[in-house]
C-alpha cells in the first residue's frame, strides 16, 4: 500500500465500513468484476486486484463524502442524502452515479399524528403564522432541511441539530417536527408520527461519487473513473434483462427475423442474432439470441411460440457493455474535458 499521504499514492475509492451499505457495495464491487481484497477482516485498506492502481479504504459513510469532497479520496460509495448535506458550494463532490440500487431511503418532514390538522407544508406555514413563534425542527440534514423550508416559505425555524434517534424529540417536547430517512415507515408508525403529503425532501440511495478537481487533473483518475464507470454500469444495465434462445423453422434468417421484428417484445435491443442449425434431415431451422427484460419473459415466449419457436432456453445476463457508457460520456461533458485516451 502506498503512503497514506503521499504525493505518489494510488488513486483511492473509500467504501462504507459496516452495516448494509458496506456489505451491498462489497457486492457490487464483486460482481461487476471488481472484488474487494482484503488481507486482514480487521485492516481499513484493501485492494482490487483487477485495478492494481486502485487502492480501497474503508470509512463511515460521513467520512466517505467528506473525504472525496476534499480530495483526499478519488471515488467513494455512500448515500446520495450525505452527498448532498456534504456538498459545498464549490461543487467538488461530482456524483458519477446517482443510482446504485441500493441503500433506498427517503429524507422527509416529519409531524406527530396528534397534529391533525397538519397534512401539508402549508398548514405548517399557517400554523407558525397563527402562533406568531420560531418553529423547532430536529434533524441531522440542517443544510438539506432549511433549503426545504425555504423553498415553501417557511423562514422562521429554529433547526435543532442532533443525533441518535430523532422519533422522540416531539414526543419529549424537544422540537415540534423533525426531518428524517424513512424506510419503510414501521418506525414513525410505532413512534406515532406521520410524513407530510408534500413533505419528500430527497429520493437517496447509495451513489458513486467523486472529487471534480483530481478527476481534471489526474489522467491515472480520469482512466480509473471509465474503468469504474464502464464495468459497473454494464452489471447494473444486465440486471434487468435476460438473455432467450429459441428455435423456429424458416426459409431463411431474413423470413425469421421479420417474423420477430413485428413483435413488440421479442424483437430484442437490437434485433436478433440469427444463425443456421445443422439439422440431421437438413430441415431450415434456425437459432435466434436475444435479450430482453425479465419483466416481459412471459410475452416473449408467447411470442415466440405464436411464430413456432420451440426449445426455449432462459439465461442470466452479466453484463451489457455499450460502444461507450453514457454514463462516461456525460462526465466528459459536466468536466468540459476531452477523451485522453
Not at 443544510?143 to 429554529?158: P, S
Request: overall charge negative; hydrophobic content about 45%.
Amino acid at each position: 500500500m502506498s503512503n497514506i499521504n503521499g504525493k505518489d499514492r494510488k488513486v483511492r475509492i473509500a467504501l462504507p465500513s459496516k452495516g448494509r451499505l458496506s456489505e451491498d457495495s462489497l457486492k457490487l464491487m464483486e460482481e461487476s468484476g471488481l472484488a474487494v481484497k482484503k488481507t486482514n477482516e480487521r485492516q481499513y485498506m484493501a485492494r482490487i486486484p483487477a485495478m492494481p492502481e486502485v487502492e480501497v479504504l474503508f470509512q463511515r459513510v460521513g467520512d466517505i463524502a467528506l473525504s472525496v469532497r476534499d480530495g483526499i479520496v478519488d471515488f467513494g460509495i455512500t448515500g446520495l442524502d450525505v452527498v448532498s448535506e456534504t456538498e459545498n458550494e464549490s461543487k467538488d463532490i461530482l456524483v458519477m452515479l446517482e443510482k446504485l440500487g441500493f441503500g433506498s431511503c427517503k429524507l422527509c418532514a416529519i409531524v406527530p399524528e396528534t397534529s391533525e390538522s397538519v397534512s401539508e407544508m402549508k398548514d405548517v406555514r399557517a400554523l407558525m403564522a397563527a402562533k406568531k413563534e420560531s418553529l423547532r425542527v430536529g434533524t441531522k440534514f440542517p443544510k438539506l432541511t432549511r433549503r426545504f423550508f425555504e423553498a415553501h416559505n417557511i423562514f422562521n425555524v429554529d433547526y435543532i441539530q442532533a443525533e441518535g434517534a430523532l422519533e422522540i424529540a416531539p414526543l419529549i417536547g424537544y422540537a415540534d417536527m423533525i426531518t428524517d430517512l424513512v424506510s419503510s415507515g414501521l418506525t414513525l408508525r410505532d413512534n406515532r408520527l406521520k410524513v407530510l403529503d408534500d413533505g419528500l425532501i430527497l429520493d437517496s440511495q447509495a451513489c458513486l461519487i467523486a472529487n471534480r478537481s483530481n478527476l481534471v487533473t489526474s489522467p491515472r483518475v480520469m482512466e480509473v473513473a471509465r474503468r469504474l464507470l464502464e464495468f459497473i454500469v454494464a452489471y447494473l444495465r444486465a440486471q434487468n434483462n435476460v438473455t432467450v434462445f429459441a428455435n423456429i423453422r424458416g426459409d431463411s434468417p431474413e423470413a425469421v427475423a421479420e417474423l420477430i421484428l413485428w413483435k413488440k417484445v421479442i424483437r430484442g435491443l437490437q434485433g436478433p442474432t440469427i444463425s443456421r442449425v445443422i439439422t440431421h434431415q437438413g430441415e431450415n431451422w434456425f437459432a435466434v439470441n436475444l435479450v430482453i427484460q425479465k419483466s416481459q419473459l412471459a410475452d416473449a415466449i408467447n411470442e415466440l411460440r405464436s411464430i413456432g419457436g420451440s426449445g426455449v432456453v432462459v439465461t442470466p445476463v452479466n453484463f451489457i457493455f455499450e460502444e461507450e457508457p453514457e454514463a462516461y460520456t456525460r462526465l466528459l461533458a459536466e468536466l468540459k474535458v476531452d477523451d485522453a485516451r
